[in-house]
Nanobody, 120 residues
Framework: VQLQASGGGLVQPGGSLRLSCAASGSIFSISRMGWYRQAPGKQRELVAA???????NYADSVKGRFTISRDYAKNTVSLQQNSLKPEDTAVYYC???????????????WGQGTQVTVSS
């Protein structure tokens, strides 16, 4: 199983970016997909997650600015980032909890990370 993230970059404060992540490989089911971020000198933190049934969870710092969405048919998750602030600068990691067989356990998978830099 692999998670391939894309869409990071450099943007001015107030701007927008859209991150995307695709899961591929031997996948039976995905119970959760989400995005974490890690800024220099800080711990990795949850940004947003979407669960089966489209329940979502957001960090307080991004509520009202970021929107997470999932395409169940394509095994992808996207993060629309609006009104970006310098404090959003971080490496963003895609995450998914995946079951590879019907009776197997669920494993936590991570993408390679994509840099988001918000600066004027």
């Amino acid at each position: 199983v692999q998670l391939q993230a894309s869409g990071g970059g450099l943007v001015q404060p107030g701007g927008s970016l859209r991150l995307s992540c695709a899961a591929s490989g031997s996948i039976f089911s995905i119970s959760r997909m989400g995005w974490y971020r890690q800024a220099p000198g800080k711990q990795r933190e949850l940004v947003a997650a979407v669960f089966s049934g489209d329940n979502t969870n957001y960090a307080d710092s991004v509520k009202g600015r970021f929107t997470i969405s999932r395409d169940y048919a394509k095994n992808t998750v996207s993060l629309q980032q609006n009104s970006l602030k310098p404090e959003d600068t971080a490496v963003y990691y895609c995450n998914a909890v995946i079951q590879t067989t019907g009776r197997g356990p669920r494993y936590n998978y991570w993408g390679q990370g994509t840099q988001v830099t918000v600066s004027s």
